[in-house]
């Protein structure tokens, strides 16, 4: 029974992945087609005013030619509302879909201004990404749906955005953005919208952006707060400017530590777009030279006046002149110590007498071993999911309560009639193995010379000992 | 002198997460004007209650803290140098990567 029953599922997996990727195939198909369509239907209007005679045929050449403005009758209707704007109108509308925008990351920040972009009638859109779309992405990264969980994001995001308005350009440019490719992908466009989340990243979009003279709109979220600027624009600061130094990595917090509020990112993504809308259809004034923060939880947005251009800036200064060459040969994982992935740290601080994998760790349990087991995490992990009989004591407070991990061995050892001479062990835990070892350093040096890590964490323990055990 | 002080970007954590500190701080003895300088030293010595290094480095800021007095980048107002007023709002913020 049973193993008919996984026959069922496997073949209604390969089923769902074969249509899917026939739905995606016959979507490119459909744009293709429509864009060589619209490409013959302008060429045909150019070349013939008043081919067939017909009427609507010479409204539409009629309306083309007299208003100069470049937009179709469909165009019109679809953005009329921005034409009906006295301060956008139709130059505004003109400029847009004359522009070229890349984005850059289609996570949490990247799917609020995709989808806006993509709407509001950019001509080209490109997306940069290499990652796939996770089930821990879907409550910020709204322009991902569940039946996208597993392909890759730029995928995804190109789909939802052709959804939105098949009428626009969109390039898929499903690799990491590195200085080998950085120049060739941001040649094409005019505009760059940074939606990553790292550091290193930062830095080198930014450089590629003064390398060939391109506005950078620049936002950032993490927790309940949010960040945005524009940089590099019209003689305004870039990056560099306001950070020659890179911060500490210990100062570089990921959502995937800290967590984020799906909102939060959200709202800095439509800004993000409203920027580049701004300066794509050249109205208002971008946000260059002021930076706007964003605290969600006291709902407060403060914007401030920045530093102006640095003529000692490594980039953009005046005897910086960073040539494309340099750019390519920058390394910009070692500049700012971080790696441009954001595949998390994995440390390997301890000797391997002093650590036992999960696989060990459970069969320990399941022998009944004479053992406390300390898990290091932050009390409000441990509060997510927990292994039985755990003591959670988080790494900072640990020297703090080291009389407490005393007391319980000691307890642990009378309770199971430990003979003298030998002891209850000492196992630490976190969420991924890093803070454990950590841990087991300090215990060591404290004297707890037995305390041993558990490798690779709660992630591990759910991978290989106990796959129903909740992950985050 | 009484300032506000806000702390943002999880330099707050740095202080019991406490983002406004309403403050009461004077000049140094002997000296008539309150810079950034001894605010900063002041706020190491009173508000900061852990990792110190994530908050300077020597007597300045630690890379990747902005510093805004009265709403305004602290390198257009003279950066340690910069002279405090009665009710100034003084704006430590660490520069966000996240997405």
């Known amino acids: 029974m049973e193993s008919n029953g996984n026959e069922e599922l496997s073949r209604i997996i390969d089923e769902l992945k074969s249509l899917k990727t026939e739905k995606s195939n016959i979507e490119h198909r459909i744009s293709a087609l429509e864009a060589q369509l619209r490409k013959i239907k302008v060429k045909k209007d150019d070349e013939m005013p008043n081919s067939n005679g017909s009427c609507t045929s010479t409204v539409k050449s009629f309306v083309d030619s007299s208003f100069g403005h470049g937009l179709s009758p469909n165009m019109i209707y679809r953005y009329s509302r921005h034409l009906l704007l006295p301060s956008f109108g139709v130059q505004g509308q003109s400029n847009l879909v004359k522009s070229s925008i890349l984005v850059v990351g289609a996570g949490g920040l990247g799917a609020p201004a995709l989808l806006y972009l993509a709407a509001c009638g950019v001509g080209r859109l490109g997306i940069v990404d290499h990652d796939i779309v996770e089930l821990n992405n879907l409550h910020r990264q709204i322009i991902h749906t569940e039946a996208y969980i597993g392909w890759s994001k730029v995928e995804s995001a190109a789909a939802a955005c052709r959804s939105v308005n098949s009428t626009i350009q969109i390039v898929e440019h499903k690799e990491a953005f590195r200085t080998s490719n950085a120049l060739e992908i941001m040649s094409k466009y005019d505009i760059v919208v940074d939606a990553t989340d790292n550091v290193p990243s930062r830095y080198m979009i930014n450089d590629c952006c003064v390398v060939l003279g391109k506005p950078l709109v620049s936002g950032a979220a993490l927790g309940m707060e949010g960040q945005l600027t524009v940089y590099n624009y019209n003689g305004g600061p870039c990056y560099r400017c306001l950070f020659p130094v890179p911060p500490p990595t210990t100062a570089c917090q990921r959502c995937s530590d800290s967590g984020v509020l799906g909102v939060v990112p959200g709202v800095i993504g439509c800004l993000q777009a409203l920027e580049a809308i701004k300066i794509a259809s050249v109205i208002g004034e971008p946000l260059s030279g002021r930076m706007l923060l964003f605290d969600a939880l006291s709902a407060r947005i403060r914007i401030v006046k920045l530093r102006e251009r640095s003529s000692q800036c490594k980039a953009c200064g005046e005897n910086a002149a960073l040539t494309q060459q340099q750019f390519q040969n920058f390394d910009y994982e070692k500049f700012t110590q971080s790696p441009l992935s954001t595949s998390p740290l994995k440390l390997n601080l301890l000797t391997p007498t002093a650590r036992i994998s999960s696989k060990e760790y459970s069969e320990k349990v399941a022998g009944r071993e004479a053992h406390i087991l300390v898990d290091v995490r932050p009390t409000h992990h441990y509060k997510i999911v927990s292994l039985p009989n755990s003591m959670n004591i988080p790494l900072p407070t640990l020297e703090d309560r080291l009389p407490e991990i005393s007391s319980a061995l000691k307890k642990e050892e009378e309770r199971r009639g430990v003979n003298t001479g030998s002891s209850a062990c000492l196992y630490v835990i976190c969420r991924r193995g890093n803070d454990s070892q950590r841990a087991v350093e300090c215990l060591h040096k404290m004297g707890l010379t037995s305390a041993k890590d558990i490798i690779g964490g709660l992630e591990t323990w759910a991978h290989d000992v106990d796959p129903n055990f909740p992950t985050y | ?99």
């Open chain 2, 1 to 99: 002198m009484q300032l506000t002080l806000e702390f943002g970007g999880g330099l707050e954590l740095l202080c019991d997460s406490v983002k406004i500190h309403k403050i009461n701080v004077d000049p140094e003895a002997g000296v008539e004007k309150l810079t950034m300088k001894h605010l900063l030293a002041w706020v190491r010595t009173n508000l900061i209650k852990e990792r110190p290094e994530m908050f300077m480095k020597g007597d300045s800021v630690r890379p990747g803290v902005l510093v805004l007095v009265n709403d305004c980048d602290w390198e257009l107002t003279g950066q340690l140098d910069t002279t405090l007023e009665e009710k100034d709002v003084v704006v430590f913020i660490s520069t966000l990567h996240g997405g």
